[in-house]
């Protein structure tokens, strides 16, 4: 029979529960408590505060068997009755580990009152000096290290969602001195609003040098050219992956909507920050890199279109005729009446792709001309080429 089960109750588990069971109680009250995933709600920072004291007290044998015995305010006072509560005469400290009191305390016997309220304390109680508990960050530092490769794959792959890589991953998390007590009033994390560590403190410094940068993942994004012309927004699904308040990973749709400036290039990169996996460090960034599709007619020379006529060599001898359709519609009539190069070009300016960094300007419409020649001529044939040449 334990002397109360306040501690118990702070992690929803049993007097009777297993080491095991309360580092996995411990693990899904920190993940919901957590003041990083509790921006707005005000009482997570205390409620966080109190999961990790009682894991303090419990996951450690020797001071579970304590608190079993004599309660909670025992263990906040150092094992000093508060004035007034010892008797007299009567049976000794029987149960305390060791086989008995610790020297200087023979002669109390009993415990204090049931009656006093519970709270967590850390000020010193008379006669003698009160327990300290770590800082809760430390405790859930520690609490990452301890449960080693395979606990933190439960927790996100060895951060915390939402924590910014905070604590415990690689080189560890600076504990809190037990002289200086828990100190957990206002931001758990050295004053920062919304609960990241902030200023010049020793701990929140420690803590920004050791948060990783997050990851960037690049995905191509296949454009029109006619998109690229035009501007739009593409409507982008993606998969991510996130964990839930028990540390569970799931996977979850997105939809993005990627906005295509009109006059983009190839080659342009969209960035869109924390909408990747959930990684230590934070959630990835995801990065669309353009591809410009194939298109049928046109070819694209920075911010010139390019159309291409085919000629066969009777009509780059002697003449032709072509209507030549530009991006946005337009209708040019093309007549040559001599002979036309191989290669050669013309150009119409303002009518090719709009100039991203020159709004109302754009680039050129180049008509280029590849003459097909023949790939075999009969004897006649050369002989009448040869006298008309």
């Given at each position: 029979m334990v002397k109360e089960t306040k501690l118990y109750d702070q992690l929803a588990i049993k007097p009777d529960a297993t080491q095991d069971e309360i580092k996995?109680?411990?693990?899904?009250?920190?993940?919901?408590?957590?003041?990083?995933?509790?921006?707005?709600?005000?009482?997570?920072?205390?409620?966080?505060k109190e999961c990790s004291q009682a894991y303090e007290i419990l996951s450690n044998p020797e001071k579970r068997k304590t608190y079993d015995t004599y309660g909670l305010e025992f263990i906040l006072r150092g094992g000093v009755p508060y004035e007034g509560d010892a008797g007299g005469g009567g049976p000794g400290f029987g149960g305390m580990p060791g086989g008995g009191m610790p020297s200087g305390f023979a002669g109390f016997e009993g415990m204090p009152s049931g009656g006093r309220p519970f709270t967590f304390t850390t000020s010193s109680g008379p006669g003698g000096s009160s327990y300290k508990f770590n800082n809760p960050n430390a405790t859930f530092s520690d609490f990452l290290r301890s449960m080693g490769a395979s606990g933190l794959d439960d927790l996100g792959g060895g951060g915390f969602p939402g924590m910014g890589g905070?604590?415990?991953m690689g080189g560890g998390m600076p504990r809190s001195s037990k002289s200086g007590g828990s100190s957990f009033g206002g931001s758990p994390f050295g004053g920062m609003p919304g609960g990241m560590p902030g200023g010049d403190d020793p701990f929140a410094r420690s803590v920004r040098q050791q948060t990783p940068e997050v990851s960037t993942v690049e995905r191509p994004l296949p454009v029109s050219l006619e998109e690229m012309f035009n501007g739009t927004t593409k409507r982008m699904k993606i998969k991510r992956k996130m964990y839930d308040d028990s540390g569970k990973r799931t996977t979850t749709d997105t939809v993005l909507e990627v906005p295509i400036k009109a006059g983009l290039k190839q080659g342009s990169k969209i960035r869109f920050k924390g909408v990747g996996d959930q990684e230590e460090g934070g959630q990835q960034d995801l990065v669309f890199i353009v591809e410009e599709k194939k298109h049928p007619l046109y070819t694209r020379d920075g911010d010139d279109?390019?159309?291409t006529v085919e000629l066969d060599l009777k009509e780059a001898l002697t003449g032709w005729k072509r209507i030549v359709t530009t991006i946005d519609g337009k209708k040019i009539n093309l007549e040559k009446s001599g002979p036309t190069q191989p290669g050669s070009c013309d150009s119409y300016p303002s009518l090719g792709m709009p100039i991203s960094k020159q709004p109302g300007q754009r680039g050129k419409f180049v008509v280029k001309y590849n003459v097909k020649f023949p790939t075999t001529l009969t004897q006649d044939q050369k002989q009448k080429l040869r006298e008309i040449l």
């Open positions: 996995k109680a411990y693990r899904k009250m920190a993940l919901k408590w957590h003041p990083d995933k509790n921006k707005d709600n005000a009482a997570a920072s205390e409620k966080f905070m604590g415990g279109v390019v159309a």
